[in-house]
């Protein structure tokens, strides 16, 4: 017969699971409850207003983004864990002002986290089966790092972990915004943590400002359709005229809302080996990495978040940083030589960064939303 889990025992459980995942290497560790209607309700009125372009999945689950119960049945608590990932000795500011460089958002320098948390998350998750099973408690669970339709962001700020800043990223007092997260779905009525992380953005408004395409329609809003993100990765076709000179040096995201962000002065470097940087990506050169043959970029981009995008369109975004790059005879020459065998995609971004550098223009200052 199955034990009813009672309020010590899941007290106890509470403080081993937050043992068990700083072994494990998670920096922090909060529990939760399901209760995301708030969340909900601005989820639909973001979808309904188009903000996520092409992210159809985004709407593609009805409510169990922000229904756990909906998603995996029974579920009563959600375990949330972040994981530090900013590499050490990393220079952001320094290469987005040099033309010359790529600028690979700084999650993406290493091996892609997925795996990595995924495998830790399951780990915990067997320490607390065993927990259960030695009290003869039916423990049912289910790990998520990014990986379903989970509104990860909004449970790290009720379990704790920090709260939802104007950019939409999570941020900590004590750790900035620098990191990942995961999630366990528990059956389990574990006691739930009491957020002590207040919104502290106060009237800063600084990642707003900073954006280069002008992505934030408020603060707490985005328009993915102007992120230089979701145009660098999620979006599949041609980057729009308008964002290609603002996206300047960008090639695989865009961290300028994280840099500029005063919380970040107190982000720690990651101690994981698997996120420091590999291939040079902190920092290369325009140049090689737009020389990179199909099967050298994927030997070297093998295990990494970059290759989910494909060969082409990592050509298409070099393509436009080198169209927004000094515009040097080699430049040219190398665009000129690799558009007789581009795809049409790729080919349009190489045709207008020539037609850039031929001209002699440079990066101008980021553009204005529409309306204003």
């Not at 909906?70 to 972040?82: C, W």
Request: charged fraction near 25%; proline fraction near 6%; glycine fraction near 8%.
């Amino acid at each position: 017969m199955t034990n009813t889990p009672d309020t010590q025992t899941m007290t106890e459980l509470a403080a081993q699971i937050r043992l068990w995942g700083r072994e494990l290497g998670f920096q922090q560790v909060g529990i939760t409850d399901c209760h995301l209607e708030q969340h909900g309700e601005r989820l639909h009125a973001w979808l309904d207003a188009g903000y996520n372009g092409d992210m159809e999945w985004m709407g593609a689950h009805g409510d169990k983004r922000w229904r756990p119960d909906l998603l995996e049945e029974g579920t009563l608590r959600v375990i949330s864990v972040r994981l530090d990932y900013l590499p050490p000795d990393t220079q952001p500011v320094q290469v987005l002002k040099d033309p010359g460089k790529a600028y690979v958002s700084r999650y993406a320098n290493g091996r892609d986290y997925h795996k990595l948390i995924r495998k830790r998350l399951a780990q915990l998750a067997q320490q607390i089966d065993t927990f259960c099973e030695e009290r003869g408690i039916e423990a049912r669970g289910r790990a998520f790092t990014d990986s379903a339709p989970v509104m990860e962001r909004a449970l790290a700020e009720k379990a704790g972990l920090g709260w939802i800043g104007k950019n939409c990223m999570v941020i900590n007092s004590h750790a900035g915004s620098w990191f990942f997260l995961g999630e366990i779905y528990t059956n389990l009525p574990l006691p739930v943590d009491v957020s002590e992380e207040p919104n502290q953005c106060g009237e800063c408004t600084a990642c707003l400002k900073v954006c280069p395409t002008d992505a934030f329609v408020d603060a707490y809003t985005l328009d993915a359709r102007r992120c230089i993100s979701y145009l660098t990765i999620e979006n599949k076709g041609p980057i729009p005229e308008e964002f290609r000179e603002p996206m300047g040096n960008r090639v695989f995201g865009c961290d300028d809302c994280q840099i500029i962000c005063p919380w970040n002065k107190f982000a720690k470097p990651t101690g994981e080996p698997d996120f420091h940087p590999r291939h040079g990506l902190d920092s290369g050169a325009l140049m090689d990495l737009f020389r990179w043959s199909e099967e050298e970029f994927l030997r070297k981009t093998e295990g990494s978040a970059i290759r989910r995008i494909g060969f082409e369109r990592w050509q298409r975004n070099l393509a436009v940083a080198l169209g927004n790059s000094d515009p040097a005879p080699e430049t040219v020459a190398v665009l000129e030589e690799a558009l007789g065998c581009a795809t049409p995609l790729v080919a349009e971004h190489i045709e207008w960064a020539l037609m850039r550098l031929r001209s002699g223009r440079r990066r101008k200052r980021k553009i204005k939303r529409p309306s204003e």
